[in-house]
């Protein structure tokens, strides 16, 4: 994109170059396209296996279609980019089986520079090699490892674990870094050496950063106690950590960001079981779905003790109307008949109501801002 002469009159406001910092420009754009073209070879060394895929416009999903025109909406000001970014991820909709907004961050970030099938195979291979579950709409193989950070956190820097846990939990901004892959929270610059080192070293490098990050920001992460505050803090929120951030008076512009990446790629997690702790996150998650699921079931249970107004009116009128054994058995099978249908009613209702809310609840991950 950024190769066309009139993308910077077009695109100089919009969303996805709020962290450029002047890195690329129309001067210099040739240097970045050439560096971000060899994304895909720096890729197929850690793979191992080429990726061919041939581009397909085959979602159908009206509900994601929908998504994806909003998420292009909130990248891009010039309808013709939007549209290019939409057929993208329209392309990698069928691989992927699902979609999740990092998809457009990631494929939006790519697409300044190369061209659509280029981008289109970099992000399949991202999600076969490197986030394997993460672009999906409930990804609990992020959450998974979200909680494999805390875990690594602990064992390298126990009192940011400790300050962190007590406050908030991962998956409220891990997401930035394992889902969104830093678009719109680094700075172009440092953004263009993240991907380097993502592709170069494979999944690890996220938990390396994550704990780089953390530690590059020990000091303001340690007296802040208000979780709105920390919460930007972890997100690197432009708000509070603008593209000149400095930490002394003696750092240079950008040189705050570059640092995390440089420094993450000297945390050594040699000693860390990576599929050790994630059988564990993943164990732990299933105890606490079933704990969920059992406290769902006795709430139910107790939700059909109760006797709605219209069963008691039935009951009082068979009372007033028959008197004697014979009777009362007659009114209290019509009871026990009204009742099971009230049971069998508000069951398929709860049924129909949950169902609803699932869905609902899985369009609002796709929608909601990582």
Avoid at 61 to 77: C, H, P
Avoid at 107 to 131: A, M, N, Q, R
Wanted: charged share 35%; aromatic share 8%.
């Amino acid at each position: 994109m950024i190769t066309s002469k009139k993308f910077w009159d077009d695109e100089k406001d919009a969303p996805i170059l709020k962290r450029n910092s002047n890195f690329i420009s129309k001067d210099n754009h040739e240097d970045a396209c050439k560096r971000a073209g060899q994304f895909y070879n720096i890729m197929l060394k850690y793979i191992k296996d080429d990726i061919n895929v041939e581009a397909k416009n085959e979602c159908t999903d009206k509900e994601i279609l929908r998504i994806i025109r909003l998420d292009a909406e909130r990248t891009f000001t010039n309808e013709e980019n939007r549209t290019l970014l939409i057929e993208v991820l329209k392309s990698i909709y069928p691989i992927v089986n699902d979609y999740h907004q990092g998809m457009s961050f990631v494929s939006s970030f790519l697409l300044l520079f190369l061209k659509p099938k280029e981008v289109t195979k970099i992000v399949i291979g991202l999600h076969k090699h490197y986030l394997q579950g993460y672009f999906k709409a409930m990804p609990k193989a992020y959450v998974r490892d979200s909680r494999v950070f805390l875990s690594i956190l602990n064992k390298f820097h126990s009192n940011l674990y400790e300050h962190i846990e007590k406050l908030i939990t991962p998956e409220a901004f891990v997401s930035k870094w394992f889902i969104g892959l830093n678009v719109h929270v680094l700075t172009f610059e440092s953004l263009m050496l993240f991907f380097e080192e993502l592709l170069k070293e494979g999944e690890i490098f996220l938990f390396k950063y994550s704990i780089s990050l953390c530690k590059s920001l020990e000091k303001e992460i340690m007296k802040t106690k208000d979780v709105s505050k920390l919460l930007a803090l972890l997100r690197l929120d432009a708000s509070i950590i603008p593209n000149d951030y400095k930490q002394s008076k003696s750092d240079k512009p950008g040189e705050f960001f570059i640092n995390i990446i440089k420094n993450a790629s000297k945390v050594d997690m040699t000693d860390i079981d990576l599929d050790k702790l994630r059988d564990e996150a993943s164990e732990q998650m299933r105890i606490e779905e079933e704990r969920r699921k059992k406290f769902e079931m006795e709430r139910s249970l107790s939700d059909d003790e109760i006797m709605f107004s219209d069963e008691i009116e039935d009951e009082e009128s068979d009372k007033n109307s028959d008197s004697g054994k014979s009777s009362k058995s007659n009114g209290s099978g019509k009871s026990s008949k009204s009742s099971e249908s009230g049971k069998s009613n508000k069951n398929e209702k709860g049924n129909g109501s949950a169902k609803k809310d699932d869905k609902e609840d899985k369009i609002e991950k796709r929608e909601c801002d990582i």
